[in-house]
């Protein structure tokens, strides 16, 4: 049974910085597609990274996070990670890490994940 452990979250002032990590244990890291979610309190989960299966060849990062976030993997050390610089008090919200065998699965929706994590809240204030 697969399981992926996040860490990383925290508070941080508007324009500051923090890298969440989400590490896999019971499955083939490197042979899952990799992304990052997150929802604020009253909105619906939202996508904001994914990561290809192998390399990490392909990589895709939504709009509102762009140029801001990077997201990588290390399939050694069987870990995702989410770096977030610049953050803004709108990037609050609980973030999650899934995993998918199918690159546009992750794309498409969370709900797609074979396994995702329990979350990590992060907090960015004025």
């Known amino acids: 049974q697969g399981h992926l452990v996040q860490s990383g979250g925290g508070s941080v002032q508007a324009g500051g910085s923090l890298r969440l990590s989400c590490t896999a244990s019971g499955l083939s890291f490197s042979n899952y597609a990799m992304g990052w979610f997150r929802q604020a309190p009253g909105k619906e989960r939202e996508w904001v990274s994914c990561?290809?299966?192998?390399?990490?060849?392909?990589?895709a990062t939504a709009t509102s996070v762009r140029g801001r976030f990077t997201i990588s993997r290390d399939n050694a050390k069987k870990a995702l990670y989410l770096q977030m610089n610049g953050l803004k008090p709108e990037d609050t919200a609980m973030y999650y890490c899934a995993a998918f065998t199918k690159y546009d699965d992750c794309l498409i929706s969370f709900f797609r994940a074979n396994y995702w994590g329990l979350g990590t809240q992060v907090t960015v204030s004025t």
């Open positions: 990561i290809s299966w192998g390399g990490g060849g392909s990589t």
